[in-house]
């Protein structure tokens, strides 16, 4: 049976990972950094990694061991540590922390404090995060069922899923459907929780960790947003 990390790569072939690598490693340049260290926080299966490695010396961060077994295969080049994000501490120094496709909204509000301290102190002087939150609240279809679909000549997935609302954060009981010719059809459940921080709230949290807000650049999500900070 395949796992739910190798299903995500399926469900999100469409995402352009290349091009929004070459986005993120063109807009760093205009910045003088100490050094060329890049750490990925919540980097999933490594699609991001995949391509950055080719500029970056990469390491990345995920507690989900079976994301990091696809991650190293794909970019066996980068480095991978199987921890939680929030209380990451390493002895290298980074040039840059990027936390994409929503990934610090993984983080409950008590758990934000001890991760920012954290990543302020994974960075070299002058060194940059980049953020990319997830959804806005108001943003947010509740209830209302979505369902996205791979098709491959003798496979088929479905994953369908209906986000709901239960105290601050984003519930999604993800179910997926998954036929392969020969084998009986598979069926298997995933839980996200995403919490529901206000931007404007979390972007002052993050100043408050000695980040100096420097802009806010297109973001790879709809209707999205994506902050660049500073080390002070």
Same mark, same amino acid.
């Given at each position: 049976?395949?796992?739910?990390?190798?299903?995500?790569?399926?469900?999100?072939?469409?995402?352009?990972?290349?091009?929004?690598?070459?986005?993120?490693?063109?807009?760093?340049?205009?910045?003088?950094?100490r050094g060329n260290n890049l750490i990925e926080l919540a980097c999933g299966t490594g699609r991001y990694i995949?391509?950055?490695?080719?500029?970056?010396?990469?390491?990345?961060?995920?507690?989900?061991?079976?994301?990091?077994?696809?991650?190293?295969?794909?970019?066996?080049?980068?480095?991978?540590?199987?921890?939680?994000?929030?209380?990451?501490?390493?002895?290298?120094?980074?040039?840059?922390?990027?936390?994409?496709?929503?990934?610090?909204?993984?983080?409950?509000?008590?758990?934000?404090?001890?991760?920012?301290?954290?990543?302020?102190?994974?960075?070299?002087?002058?060194?940059?995060?980049? $953020?990319? +939150?997830?959804? &806005?609240?108001?943003?947010?279809?509740? =209830?209302?069922? !979505? @369902?996205?679909?791979?098709?491959?000549?003798?496979?088929?997935?479905?994953?369908? $899923?209906? +986000?709901?609302? &239960?105290?601050?954060?984003?519930?999604? =009981?993800?179910? !997926? @459907?998954?036929?392969?010719?020969?084998?009986?059809?598979?069926?298997?459940?995933?839980?996200?929780?995403?919490?529901?921080?206000?931007?404007?709230?979390?972007?002052?949290?993050?100043?408050?960790?000695?980040?100096?807000?420097?802009?806010?650049?297109?973001?790879?999500?709809?209707?999205?947003?994506?902050?660049?900070?500073?080390?002070?």
């Open positions: 049976m395949l796992s739910s990390a190798e299903l995500y790569d399926y469900i999100y072939s469409w995402k352009p990972y290349a091009e929004e690598a070459d986005i993120i490693h063109s807009y760093l340049q205009k910045f003088s950094l995949e391509y950055l490695s080719q500029y970056w010396n990469c390491t990345g961060v995920d507690l989900c061991s079976d994301s990091l077994n696809i991650a190293k295969r794909r970019a066996p080049e980068a480095s991978f540590v199987h921890a939680d994000m929030s209380t990451i501490s390493l002895r290298e120094k980074y040039s840059v922390a990027i936390c994409l496709f929503g990934g610090i909204s993984y983080l409950k509000e008590e758990e934000l404090s001890i991760a920012l301290e954290n990543w302020y102190n994974l960075l070299d002087e002058g060194g940059v995060l980049i $953020v990319e +939150p997830w959804r &806005e609240e108001q943003s947010i279809h509740f =209830d209302q069922p !979505f @369902l996205q679909s791979y098709f491959a000549s003798n496979f088929r997935l479905s994953r369908m $899923v209906s +986000p709901r609302k &239960e105290g601050n954060a984003c519930v999604l =009981d993800f179910f !997926f @459907l998954l036929a392969i010719a020969g084998h009986k059809v598979q069926r298997l459940q995933q839980r996200d929780v995403l919490q529901l921080h206000s931007w404007d709230n979390l972007r002052s949290r993050i100043q408050g960790f000695g980040f100096a807000y420097m802009d806010s650049i297109p973001s790879f999500l709809e209707d999205g947003t994506m902050w660049v900070f500073r080390k002070r």
